[in-house]
């Protein structure tokens, strides 16, 4: 559906009226925007502006994207997009990590939210957001969490980094193309990274990259502030094995789809946790993001990490480009 032959991609977001839209991290030097509109010319036009996608160091935080990895819209047409800010994945450049809020009305910046209290090592990874309560729930994937930001007050609140649900297993292989994942000749792992809220909001699911868990805890514990950590973790349920993804997300009717990147494979989990098999093609190359559209596609991103050099001793293994595909749910 849309393919970039250069730049590698991650997230994708489908809005209310079919606005299609993509982010490119900061991971390497082969960069160049890093929110872009992708509908409806097909062309990756940087967004909300070119101003805004020209950071270089120096720059004020606030007014540019510094390394964004995520982007995700809600039900009230807007766009959220996730800015880690650690360039290179190193750590966070200047403190200027930030939930970002636009409009797709008039395309402006409603609201920057920035990780205050939240450490420089920090990478925050995917975003959710419930429009009812004024919350948003994010990922760290690179210390494990599960980051809360009250979207009225502006409050942030990093919970669970200390439970073992945020963590990945280090007993898991993650075996992709034959090999254990390796980055720079080390075994790579990451933590929470994938999230997904159910329908009726009652319910964040969640899991670590790097191996094949999933767990969920109910948002009205997490978006309670007087509850100890304790307590928190008891309201945890580890719901067993599936699948190693990357991303997730739920439809309306509550079936969460997420990837098997190991077998290049999209996954479809029932609302009573019974897994299937959606679909099986070797153009799913590391299948990284996920959004449902109104019309009942899921579009999915495909970043090919595994595909990058620094996982395979300095070679680059990519043989196509960085695409974002549709299928239609059945």
């Known amino acids: 559906m849309f393919v970039d032959d250069t730049y590698q991609l991650t997230g994708v977001a489908v809005s209310p009226t079919g ?57 009230h047409n807007t766009l959220w997009v ?39 090592q920090a990478y925050i990874n995917d975003v959710r957001v419930d429009t009812q309560a004024g919350f948003a ?46 980055k720079n000749g080390q075994v790579f792992k990451v933590q929470s990274d994938g999230i997904a809220l159910t329908p009726d909001r009652q319910w964040l699911y969640y899991k670590p990259l790097t191996d094949d868990k999933l767990y969920r805890v109910p948002t009205s514990a997490l978006r309670d502030s007087t509850l100890g950590a304790a307590a928190l973790e008891s309201k945890v349920e580890d719901l067993g094995h599936f699948t190693a993804t990357d991303g997730m997300v739920f439809d309306k009717s509550g079936n969460l789809y997420l990837g098997d990147m190991q077998h290049y494979r999209i996954m479809k989990i029932t609302p009573d946790h019974k897994m ?39 070679v680059n293994k990519r043989t196509s480009p960085y695409t974002i595909y549709r299928l239609k749910l059945p």
């Open 137 to 182: 729930y994010l990922t760290n994937s690179k210390e494990g969490g599960i980051i809360v930001v009250n979207l009225n007050t502006g409050s942030v609140r990093q919970l669970l980094q200390h439970h073992y649900s945020v963590h990945t297993d280090s007993s898991y292989k993650f075996i992709i193309d034959g090999d254990e994942l390796k």
């Open 82 to 120: 996730v800015d880690p800010a650690a360039p290179k994945m190193q750590q966070v450049y200047n403190k200027g990590y930030k939930l970002v809020k636009i409009s797709l009305a008039d395309n402006k910046v409603e609201r920057i939210y920035p990780f205050t209290g939240v450490g420089d």
């Open 276 to 314: 299937t098999e959606l679909i099986k093609d070797d153009r799913l190359v590391w299948p990284d993001s996920y959004s449902v559209s109104d019309d009942g596609y899921l579009y999915i991103s495909c970043s090919q990490i595994q595909k990058q050099p620094e996982y395979n001793n300095g």
């Open 19 to 75: 606005r299609l839209f993509t982010n490119y991290p900061y991971w390497s030097d082969t960069y160049r925007y890093a929110v872009v509109e992708v509908f409806p010319n097909y062309q990756s036009t940087p967004y909300p502006d070119l101003s805004m996608n020209t950071w270089k160091p120096g720059d004020k935080e606030a007014e540019k994207w510094i390394c964004v990895q995520a982007v995700y819209t809600d039900d």
